[in-house]
């Protein structure tokens, strides 16, 4: 299992950038796909980037396509997130996640979860 740690959210206006870390920790990192996925306020959790062992496939959700960067290190044990040109609709808690697979972050086989780090864009 991948025990993983976020950090890095906070409260900002509509416009600025932010970036998410998340630390990692255990054997199975590195052949592990891992992505972030938000939670907004009554709506369900939604996978908004996603990134293979490798880094050679990247997955954004349509919503964040052209704004968020997502990278990883796995010397590092570190995975990122980077947001530009905020909106309110971004706001929500964002949660690193490593799924079983090597190759893609699905919400249906995601083994780990971190805990949580709350984003809010103000308008």
């Known amino acids: 299992q991948v025990q993983l740690v976020e950090s890095g959210g906070g409260l900002v206006q509509a416009g600025a950038s932010l970036r998410l870390s998340c630390a990692a920790s255990g054997r199975t990192f590195s052949s592990s796909a891992l992505g972030w996925v938000r939670q907004a306020p009554g709506k369900e959790r939604e996978v908004v980037a996603g990134?293979?062992?490798?880094?050679?496939?990247?997955y954004y959700a349509d919503s964040v396509k052209g704004r968020f960067t997502i990278s990883r290190d796995n010397v590092k044990n570190t995975v990122s997130l980077r947001m530009d040109s905020l909106k309110p609709e971004d706001t929500a808690v964002y949660y690193c996640?490593?799924?079983?697979?090597?190759?893609?972050?699905?919400?249906?086989?995601?083994?780990?979860w971190g805990q949580g780090t709350q984003v809010t864009v103000s308008s």
């Open positions: 996640a490593a799924d079983k697979s090597p190759r893609s972050l699905s919400l249906t086989t995601i083994v780990s």
């Open positions: 990134i293979s062992w490798s880094s050679g496939i990247i």
